[in-house]
């Protein structure tokens, strides 16, 4: 079992920057590759951005790559999306997920990861 708090959300200009951060409970968070995803209400939700369990691959969304960053710190269970550049269609609640196993899945769907966090607002005004 993995649980996840997302913290670091909040209200930013258009250009600016935000840090979002997933803490993970458990001794096996170093196991899991992890995920960023995004949604507004009455939206699905949008994948944004993957890590591997060890850091060295990460993947992101085309709407988001070059301007965000998804790293982990497995010393300290957590996650991180720092986002720059950001825009008004960014705003969303973002939400962190876990992917485990050894069977690779496809790191774009929400239905391949295991546990979820509750979720962070960002905003951003124009």
């Known amino acids: 079992q993995v649980q996840l708090v997302e913290s670091g959300g909040g209200l930013v200009q258009a250009g600016g920057s935000l840090r979002v951060s997933c803490a993970a409970s458990g001794r096996t968070f170093k196991t899991y590759a992890m995920g960023w995803f995004r949604q507004a209400p009455g939206k699905e939700r949008e994948f944004v951005a993957r890590i591997t369990w060890s850091g060295g691959t990460t993947y992101y969304a085309d709407s988001v790559k070059g301007r965000f960053t998804i790293s982990r710190d497995n010393a300290k269970n957590t996650v991180y999306l720092q986002m720059n550049s950001l825009k008004p269609e960014d705003t969303d609640v973002y939400y962190c997920?876990?992917?485990?196993?050894?069977?690779?899945?496809?790191?774009?769907?929400?239905?391949?990861?295991?546990?979820w966090g509750q979720g962070t607002q960002v905003t951003v005004s124009s």
């Open positions: 997920a876990a992917q485990g196993g050894v069977t690779w899945r496809p790191p774009t769907g929400p239905l391949n990861y295991d546990y």
